[in-house]
């Protein structure tokens, strides 16, 4: 990923929240036909080992989902996380009447995670993988929904008809564009712009690349 000094983003908390917040994720895998993506939720394990020492993806997918058969153990994936992101007008710059010397640019957060594939049909890891993937999910839920809320033949069945994912992540790197690069007029009327839009989320993201 291109990604210029000013707009790279390397601490692991950070990018660590940032797939949180946005946890569907695009497994891009090469197969046969060629490069294939799958758009799947995934929860972040950040806690390393001595093998994995920066932690691992896990996910599902449908049994009838080819990608588990046509990808080999250990195979090099990419998983692409997007954060906010959204349309900057050069209208919106303070000091674009001076020279009109602005185009239109695009800003975003992304999270690229480079890692070595399992599969995992093994019960004990699928009910795992759900159950976390339930409660994160139903936290904010008045009656959070449990797999015990379910009868037992059916989930049995319900599990049967799909494989886990695991990547061993290798490699993690991050990009924030989020005009860090314009001159303090330009980026405070471009908030200003944002705000009367009702672009919230990507107006906070804003803000907080200002923070650190």
């Not at 990923?1 to 790279?8: E, G, S, T």
């Given at each position: 990923?291109?990604?210029?000094?000013?707009?790279?983003?390397?601490?692991?908390?950070?990018?660590?929240?940032?797939?949180?917040?946005?946890?569907?994720?695009?497994?891009?895998?090469?197969?046969?036909?060629?490069?294939?993506?799958?758009?799947?939720?995934?929860?972040?394990?950040?806690?390393?080992?001595?093998?994995?020492?920066?932690?691992?993806?896990?996910?599902?997918?449908?049994?009838?989902?080819?990608?588990?058969?046509?990808?080999?153990?250990?195979?090099?994936?990419?998983?692409?996380?997007?954060?906010?992101?959204?349309?900057?007008?050069?209208?919106?710059?303070?000091?674009?009447?001076?020279?009109?010397?602005?185009?239109?640019?695009?800003?975003?957060?992304?999270?690229?995670?480079?890692?070595?594939?399992?599969?995992?049909?093994?019960?004990?890891?699928?009910?795992?993988?759900?159950?976390?993937?339930?409660?994160?999910?139903?936290?904010?839920?008045?009656?959070?929904?449990?797999?015990?809320?379910?009868?037992?033949?059916?989930?049995?069945?319900?599990?049967?008809?799909?494989?886990?994912?695991?990547?061993?992540?290798?490699?993690?790197?991050?990009?924030?564009?989020?005009?860090?690069?314009?001159?303090?007029r330009d980026f405070a009327?471009?908030?200003?712009?944002?705000?009367?839009?009702?672009?919230?989320?990507?107006?906070?993201?804003?803000?907080?690349?200002?923070?650190?």
């Amino acid at each position: 990923m291109y990604a210029p000094a000013l707009f790279a983003e390397s601490r692991p908390d950070v990018l660590h929240s940032l797939m949180r917040a946005h946890p569907l994720g695009m497994l891009v895998t090469q197969r046969a036909a060629g490069l294939e993506v799958d758009h799947l939720p995934f929860l972040l394990n950040p806690e390393g080992t001595e093998a994995h020492p920066l932690g691992t993806l896990q996910a599902h997918v449908a049994r009838a989902n080819p990608v588990w058969q046509e990808v080999r153990e250990g195979d090099a994936v990419l998983v692409v996380f997007r954060g906010t992101e959204g349309y900057i007008s050069p209208n919106w710059y303070a000091s674009k009447p001076e020279t009109h010397r602005h185009v239109p640019t695009w800003n975003y957060e992304a999270v690229h995670v480079h890692g070595r594939l399992h599969i995992r049909e093994d019960e004990k890891f699928l009910r795992g993988v759900l159950a976390r993937l339930t409660r994160v999910h139903e936290a904010d839920q008045p009656v959070p929904w449990r797999m015990g809320d379910a009868p037992a033949d059916y989930l049995r069945d319900m599990l049967g008809q799909i494989v886990g994912i695991e990547v061993d992540i290798t490699r993690i790197e991050g990009k924030r564009k989020l005009s860090q690069n314009r001159e303090p007029r330009d980026f405070a009327s471009t908030l200003q712009a944002l705000d009367e839009r009702g672009s919230v989320q990507l107006a906070a993201a804003m803000r907080r690349s200002q923070k650190g």
